[in-house]
């Protein structure tokens, strides 16, 4: 079958706006064999999603493997590892004195007996904490792009923990720590022995409200609810990570979370809550606010 071909019968099933690129993907990952790119187009249009057919998925500068049971890598996700680099990268040295790590030295830095020192340097190594990591996209892709840092990555799903430990592999980063834990009601001896100790906690918890789960497009209705679902107004994992996870956070470090449409103001109310720091909400690319995140004082 020609590209062409492949796109005018995926049109037919599948939103239009993705079927040149879903088109280009199943003939790469069919490499000629036309019996496995009928399947895989039978795969397609009874509404499986293209990552789980192909089996994996970039996000960042990392590439992921994906399927049943683990919730394909968003875009818009990205917006919360550029946060967090940031605030690893004005806080912390990169390893090394390479030209970068200088360049940050010299734009966050006070210089001290000549020498320009950041902020924490003395803090040596970043403590990251990824709550809810799934395919492990944040703990990785920040693990990869920040060397001077450890990431303690727990998922509950025992299928995602499966992908997240594989990508650990095939990304060989050495500093992720994958716990397979549950956060609302496990990991009593790391939250018992980390009080204050960590320097910055990412999550991008289920944010769907219970009673829309059942609703959505057919693709996401492929993937997990465990990674869907947030309760009956969609933020009572937020409510837990301010509880229970927020003490775990040194001065001057930060919590910033992923959330849906229309809910960074009551997550901001909850954060605000806590009167332990500075709330603040991000916007994404297509001006959606979709990071929310409290520094701590
Ligand atoms: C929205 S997904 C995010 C996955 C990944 N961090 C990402 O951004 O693609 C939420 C994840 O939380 C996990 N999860 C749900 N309940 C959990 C719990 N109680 N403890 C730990 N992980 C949980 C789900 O299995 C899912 O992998």
Known sequence: ??????????????????????ARELIRFSAGDEEKLKECIERRISGEPLQYI???????????????????????????????????????????????SMIYKVVYGTRVRGEYVLPNEGYG???????????????????????????FAIEKSSQAFEYLKQNV??????????FNDDIVTGCQN?????????????????YVKSAECDELQREVLKEP?????GGEDGLD????????????????????MECGEDQAVAIEEIL?????????????FAGISRVVGIKMY
């Open 1 to 22: 079958m020609t590209e062409i071909e492949v796109i005018e019968l995926l049109k037919q099933h599948i939103d239009e706006y993705d079927a040149p690129v879903d």
């Open 54 to 100: 192909i089996g994996e998925w970039d996000f960042y500068n990392c590439n992921f493997r994906v399927g049943e049971g683990v919730l394909i890598p968003r875009p818009e996700t990205e917006l919360l590892v550029d946060t967090a680099l940031d605030f690893l990268a004005e806080n912390f040295s990169q390893d090394g004195d390479d030209a970068t």
């Open 125 to 151: 190594v970043a403590r990251v904490l990824d709550l809810c990591s799934g395919s492990g996209c944040i703990a990785i892709s920040i693990a990869k792009n920040f060397a001077n840092s450890k990431v």
């Open 169 to 178: 592999a095939l990304n060989r980063v050495k500093n992720v720590v994958p």
């Open 190 to 206: 790391l939250i018992g022995a980390s009080k204050g100790q960590f320097d910055l906690i990412v999550s991008n918890p289920p």
């Open 225 to 229: 609810r465990m990674a869907l679902d």
């Open 237 to 256: 994992f937020y409510r837990v990570i301010a509880n229970r996870w927020l003490p775990l956070l040194k001065s001057g470090g930060m919590l910033i």
């Open 272 to 284: 605000s809550a806590t009167s332990c720091g500075q709330t603040f909400i991000l916007d994404d």
